[in-house]
């Protein structure tokens, strides 16, 4: 189909590592990739304010079609004139299909071909969500991207039960692509599964983009699986997506994992581990995640990361942030989640530049080096 | 004493009320009073950043010495650089002595000449809150105002209570004189006490007054008593205060009883009202409080009030909020903390600008007219 509400720009491919700059165009402006989405899960992405997120460039954000059906309920943000005017973004927005959410939150839910029948999470009311049903949600909610309800399957799970389900993910993307009632105005996006078997992944791959769509992502990765798990895959399944659109890889957020998934030829990421871990008192920092509610912050009055420019970093220290966590203060989890994202769409800044000089590969090495991936940080 | 770090400036007294403008000048600047004093008891003014603060206009922060003392440590706040540099705030900052947190807060207090012996309210640890130890804590966190060590004595209480409680508040108040190590960075201020009993008020205002200080506070009102009980007080005692010096009611912060307040010769106030009602769902508005978390917020899309022009009434739908806030959203509790704050800031710049104009009282009558000092809001 021509016309398509989103397009894939691409502007220069890495001559060292094959990642891909890139711009994707959408009603609400248009943004750079590789790019990380920072999630807004209930319509707000903890603690931030819509400004606060623009001056950190984000261009995009996240939203769970789960949660906002439950509440506030779809009616209300289309009556506010769909999710942008609703929480006040005026970029781009990527709603999830809800399917995760039914998968990982709700109780007592049963799979059939139609779809899933469960109980809320909140008041343990019955509902079904098909196809349909959350293309009909998404319509509502008005997001720049949908995505197609799929199963997201768990790891690890058997051979036989992937392929099955991947091949009914493949029949509701047909009906999530034939009930899309604004495909002028919202691109839907495709999702490639198959677990970590190649084989699959590549049928996936092959069944999903057989159906032309403006965008295509890979779910079912980090979701316990070893990081080589993931790569492989990545390797497996990437070659098969159409070049002239963007690949969104689901649920990924930590700096090794958005490096090498750039690496691989992905685009688009997303992950509330930012926003979590800055809640539980960890931040990124260059040299590794530092648990900033530890008791050797107590008296340590520099910046969270002294390589970071952050205005968290350039107004505050270790040891009033510690102060503020352990005292339970808002501001505290405010700052903490304000930094993490910062040092995310920072990251990605990176990244694109290293692609831009051809020079990805050097730049994983180096960030290795000095210990931005650790999950401990390096004392100097 | 010549050469105090906090002086006032009279600059026009209201011809129809009486009020006072003026300007407290401190050695972190000055600012305009009648003044309301945003409340960061644990060094935060809950869910807010410093930028915020000053974009609204506070030219003074309070913050609680017996929370600051507990937690980090008046040491951390010292090796900080005091207060000001801990929590980034520029700006002037006044401390209580923590009296009112341990006769409010710690479990199994015991008063004697001494003090106050008490367990901490987070471990059941025992202290000893003095005046010299209080002096002590609030010369580590070196605000820009200290409070005297006093009883804050409960309403009701007997006559002959309240008569012992103030002279024992005014013997502390001479041990605080005299413990104070820094009084030409710090400015220390009496409190008057004496309960609801006019001879009581009259004899702490002229024992309290005697001994020479650059302010003077009105402590031990709005602790349960009826509003023309406090009303009367303060026609009693300010009278006795030296007009050359601020005069400061403490925990006072609805908008009645600041326009009242200030009617009655009061600079500065102080109380935890707008981000206490905040974090409940509760805001102010012109006509009156709205409980934002109610069902009948769920489908309005105007601002929290149509006659506020706070960046949350520019960006943000009643709907939203309430969304946010019945989904335990800490954004919709930073919402609704940051009107209710704007909303004083901006009452005060109301009353500044009548005494200004010589029409105090009529903006009472038309204050109360509209609604604004209601507790429920008036339908339109």
Redesign the interface.
């Known amino acids: 189909m021509s016309g398509w509400p989103v397009r894939y720009e691409l502007l220069h491919v890495c001559r060292q590592s094959g990642a891909r700059l890139g711009m994707v165009h959408t009603p609400h402006g248009s943004f750079e990739t590789p790019a990380f989405m920072p999630v807004g899960t209930?319509?707000?992405v903890?603690?931030?304010?819509?400004?606060e997120l623009r001056d950190m460039g984000a261009g995009i954000l996240l939203s769970n079609t789960y949660?906002l059906w439950m509440?506030?309920g779809q009616d209300?943000v289309r009556?506010?004139g769909g999710l942008h005017r609703?929480?006040?973004w005026d970029r781009a927005i990527l709603t999830d299909s809800g399917g995760f959410q039914v998968f990982s939150l709700a109780d007592r839910r049963r799979i059939t071909e139609e779809g899933v029948a469960f109980r809320s999470h909140l008041d343990g009311s019955r509902h079904v969500l098909t196809p349909e049903k959350s293309i009909g949600i998404q319509n509502d909610l008005g997001s720049d991207i949908m995505m197609a309800f799929d199963e997201c399957t768990p790891w690890p799970a058997e051979h036989d039960y992937v392929k099955r389900s991947l091949e009914r993910t493949t029949r509701w993307l047909e009906r999530c692509v034939a009930s899309h009632t604004r495909p002028h105005e919202q691109a839907l996006f495709g999702i490639v599964q198959g677990g970590t078997f190649a084989d699959l992944r590549k049928q996936s791959a092959r069944e999903i983009t057989s159906i032309d769509l403006p965008g295509y992502a890979l779910g079912g990765l980090s979701v316990g699986e070893p990081a080589a798990d993931m790569y492989h895959m990545l390797e497996e399944a990437v070659p098969l997506l159409p070049s002239g659109r963007p690949r969104y890889l689901m649920g990924v957020g930590s700096p090794d994992h958005l490096v090498e998934g750039s690496i691989r030829g992905i685009d688009m990421f997303d992950c509330v581990l930012p926003t979590r871990i800055g809640r539980n008192g960890t931040v990124f920092t260059a040299r590794g995640r530092l648990i900033v509610r530890d008791a050797t912050c107590?008296?340590d009055?520099g910046p969270l990361d002294p390589l970071c420019d952050c205005p968290v970093c350039r107004?505050?220290?270790r040891?009033?942030i510690?102060?503020?966590i352990?005292?339970n203060?808002?501001?505290?989890?405010?700052l903490a989640s304000w930094h993490n994202l910062y040092f995310l769409m920072a990251l990605m800044r990176q990244v694109r530049e290293a692609i831009r000089e051809d020079r990805l590969l050097d730049l994983r090495d180096e960030l290795r080096d000095r210990g931005t991936f650790d999950k401990k940080i390096r004392p100097l």
């Open positions: 209930q319509a707000t903890k603690g931030m304010s819509p400004g949660h509440r506030p209300i009556e506010a609703f929480m006040n107590a008296h009055f107004d505050h220290t040891a009033y510690r102060h503020l352990k005292a203060e808002m501001y505290g989890l405010r």
